[in-house]
């Protein structure tokens, strides 16, 4: 069974750090990319990073891009999502899904189109 297990959130202040993971497990790793997304109240879910390990090729919006840098570990299975200088606009429940397509070496945001096995999600709140 195919399953991306989202953790590591949790509440901080802003100008903080935070680091998520995202274990994948029931497939091969290798031969997939693997992306965060995010979804605050209201809002529609955005797409925030993604890795292709295999193809050494990673993304990020321009919103965290300088801030967030994401990073992956094919030993452990496990995408890591790295966030400094959070800020309360990060406040959002992060997720993360997979996708086979080269999808991580354009520029631009990230769809959500391509993605799918979408784990449970992990709350990120940021204070001010």
């Known amino acids: 069974e195919v399953q991306l297990q989202a953790s590591g959130g949790g509440l901080v202040r802003a100008g903080e750090s935070l680091r998520l993971s995202c274990a994948a497990s029931?497939?091969?790793?290798?031969?997939?990319?693997i992306g965060w997304f995010r979804q605050a109240p209201g809002k529609e879910r955005e797409g925030v990073s993604c890795?292709?390990?295999?193809?050494?090729?990673?993304r990020y919006s321009d919103s965290v891009k300088g801030r967030f840098t994401i990073s992956s570990d094919n030993a452990k299975n496990t995408v890591y999502l790295q966030m400094n200088s959070l800020k309360p606009d990060d406040t959002a429940v992060y997720y993360c899904?997979?996708?086979?397509?080269?999808?991580?070496?354009?520029?631009?945001?990230?769809?959500?189109?391509?993605?799918?096995?979408w784990g449970q999600g992990t709350q990120v709140t940021v204070s001010s």
């Open positions: 029931g497939f091969t790793f290798d031969d997939y990319a």
């Open positions: 890795v292709y390990h295999k193809h050494s090729t990673s």
């Open positions: 899904a997979r996708t086979p397509f080269s999808v991580c070496d354009g520029v631009g945001p990230i769809s959500q189109d391509l993605f799918g096995n």
